[in-house]
Each structure stands twice: as C-alpha cells, then as structure tokens.
C-alpha cells in the first residue's frame, strides 16, 4: 500500500483482557518495528522483525507481549492479560534498510 | 486526534521567527541521526537525517548540526510557520538494528 496502515486505530479494553494491535507495512519493505509511546514519553523499542531473521525481541517489557510477522509482511502484537500500564500508543514502522522509517498513525490502546 | 507529549519540553516561537531544537544523545558509538516531527494523532515523519562523518546537513528550510565531541544534536527551522508546530524527536542508530529515540520537544508557533 502507499503507507503503514495500523487497526484499529483506537482501543479499549478492560484489565486482564487480551488485544491484538495490526500492522500493515508497505509492500517491499523487509524491516518492520513496533515501538510504544506513552504520555509525555518518547519511543520505546519493542520488537523488530527483519526478512526471515530472529526477530530482536529484547525491547518487550514482559512474557505478556508477543508479534509475530506473517509471511514477511502484516503483524500483530498482542499483549495478554493487559494492565492499565499497557495504556498508550502503539507505533509500527517499516523500512527497506535500518533507516528511514515510515511509521503508520498508531493504535491509542486504553485499559481500563 | 488526541495529543501524545503534553508534558514534554516546549519551544514557543513567532511566526517568521527561526526555531533550534537541541537533542542530546548519550552512545559515542552511534552513527547516523534522524529528526522526525511528530503532528497530533499521527505517527512520526521523517525531516532530515545526518551520518557521523558529517556535522551539518541542509535541507528545505531545515539544517541539522551534529556535534559529536559533545554528543549534541540540533534542529533549525528556518521562518518556522504555524505547520511546523508539532512534537520533534531526534533518533540514533547506537547499532542495534533498531533506532533509539529522545523524549521529545514540542514546537508551538505563535502567529
């Protein structure tokens, strides 16, 4: 597609529930990263995916976070049994190389 | 879209008037910079990037300057305008494979 498309873009969820966030990155592109952002915060790292490498998962705060990439191309995180901490924006981007990313709008993900 | 960053940083400048935005980064090792302004409800765009074998690079309307004996990064706007206001960040490739990002600084023009 012409941009990084992320569903839904907004989401409630009461605690303990499980969500699942998209990301569709532009066609061709073989790096996709997923970053959070909170109020009042920068970009955190959470996981970055690159061709049919390992994917780098040293930036997922707990076990209750998980994405997977399918088919190198669409992915989705999910966070199980989420806390109200998990509240905040949740930012895919992808790239052809380690630079110039192209990030989609987010999914704001409120737990309530 | 809802705002992200209400607590972070803020410049205020008038309209016309040029804008720096100063970053400071914390790896000696990193070796390409990225700035990205960020717009309400919306994700990060690219404005200009700079390799550590440079210490400025020009773009349309904006520079960046790089300086690493310091570890010090900054933005200009030249005539910054009402469409520049938004959250900017700066981000350092520190050799993992994926960028680190600053916390941010808000940009308000006045006009």
């Known amino acids: 597609g012409a941009g990084v498309s992320q569903s839904p873009s907004n989401k409630v969820t009461e605690k303990g529930k499980d969500v699942e966030l998209r990301c569709d990155p532009i066609s061709g592109h073989t790096a996709l990263y997923w970053y959070r952002q909170s109020l009042g915060q920068g970009l955190e790292f959470l996981i970055y995916f690159q061709g049919n490498s390992a994917p780098d998962k040293s930036g997922l705060p707990s076990d209750r976070f998980s994405a997977e990439r399918t088919g190198g191309s669409v992915s989705t995180l999910t966070i199980q049994r989420t806390q109200q901490e998990d509240s905040a924006v949740y930012l895919c981007?992808?790239?052809?190389?380690?630079?110039?990313?192209?990030f989609g709008s987010g999914t704001r993900l409120t737990v309530v | 879209g809802e705002s992200v960053g209400l607590h972070l940083p803020t410049l205020s400048v008038q309209e016309g008037d040029n804008s720096i935005i100063n970053c400071a980064y914390s790896n000696s090792a990193s070796d390409y910079f990225i700035w990205y302004k960020q717009e309400s409800g919306k994700g990060p765009q690219f404005i200009i990037d700079i390799r550590s074998n440079m210490d400025k690079r020009q773009g349309q309307r904006v520079t960046v300057l790089l300086n690493k004996t310091v570890k010090h990064l900054s933005l200009q706007i030249a005539a910054t305008q009402p469409g520049d206001s938004a959250v900017y960040f700066c981000a350092e490739n520190t050799g993992r494979r994926a960028l680190t990002f600053g916390s941010g600084t808000r940009l308000q023009v006045q006009p």
């Open positions: 981007a992808s790239s052809l190389v380690a630079a110039g990313y192209t």
